[in-house]
T-cell receptor, first 116, second 112 residues
Framework: SAVISQKPSRDICQRGTSLTIQCQVD?????MFWYRQQPGQSLTLIAT?????????ESGFVIDKFPISRPNLTFSTLTVSNMSPEDSSIYLC?????????????FGPGTRLTVL | AQSVTQLGSHVSVSEGALVLLRCNYS??????LFWYVQYPNQGLQLLLK??????LVKGINGFEAEFKKSETSFHLTKPSAHMSDAAEYFC??????????FGTGTRLLVSP
């Protein structure tokens, strides 16, 4: 299994500002995923980040609002731009593990964001 | 659309009682199914996964789940609940050549 760390673990931000969340993995991985978990709800995939290419965004998420960087095989960042209270959520990164074709994903501890 | 449904947003059991968390999926192709647990203020941890091998899958912490194709179900069980099992549980599916899709989650409450 992969060990994933995220920074910051939590933050309180003012509306209109931006926050960059870092995700570090202890091994090289091809794909990294960013999820949003709104209060009391399930996880929603924001985008898939491959090293060396543009991130692929899911319906309802756009690059201008959630720019993603993937500079190498162990690191990624997600920026939440021009924040509003509706962006208050837990943001989680994950990676695929295992040796099969359809593998489980391993998750970081999450970043708990509150926007005032 | 491919999806997964978890019946019951909250399940309450007494310590030592059977835990049963329900998950049904819809998929036109054989799915890959997972159960994750999220403890308070933590990320998700994989409990177990089904990938077309044995239909009864054993996971960590005494949990197991049975894949029943005829019922399109993958319910999670544990014979005897412990206080430390209190958490949010998510069923998830990879329906064919697609991305992981999560259910809405079930919060397990364990009383003494």
């Amino acid at each position: 299994s992969a060990v994933i760390s995220q920074k910051p673990s939590r933050d309180i931000c003012q509306r209109g500002t931006s926050l960059t969340i870092q995700c570090q993995v202890d091994s090289q991985v091809t794909m990294m995923f960013w999820y949003r978990q709104q209060p009391g709800q399930s996880l929603t995939l924001i985008a898939t980040a491959n090293q060396g290419s543009e991130a692929t965004y899911e319906s309802g998420f756009v690059i201008d609002k959630f720019p993603i960087s993937r500079p190498n095989l162990t690191f990624s960042t997600l920026t939440v731009s021009n924040m509003s209270p509706e962006d208050s959520s837990i943001y989680l990164c994950s990676v695929e593990g295992g040796t099969g074709h359809y593998n489980e994903q391993f998750f970081g501890p999450g970043t708990r964001l509150t926007v005032l | 659309a491919q999806s997964v449904t978890q019946l019951g947003s909250h399940v309450s059991v007494s310590e030592g009682a059977l835990v049963l968390l329900r998950c049904n999926y819809s998929s036109s192709v054989p799915p890959y199914l997972f159960w994750y647990v999220q403890y308070p203020n933590q990320g998700l941890q994989l409990l177990l996964k089904y990938t077309s091998a044995a239909t009864l899958v054993k996971g960590i912490n005494g949990f197991e789940a049975e894949f029943k194709k005829s019922e399109t179900s993958f319910h999670l069980t544990k014979p005897s609940a412990h206080m430390s099992d209190a958490a949010e549980y998510f069923c998830a599916v990879i329906p064919g050549f697609q991305k992981l899709v999560f259910g809405t989650g079930t919060r397990l409450l364990v009383s003494p």
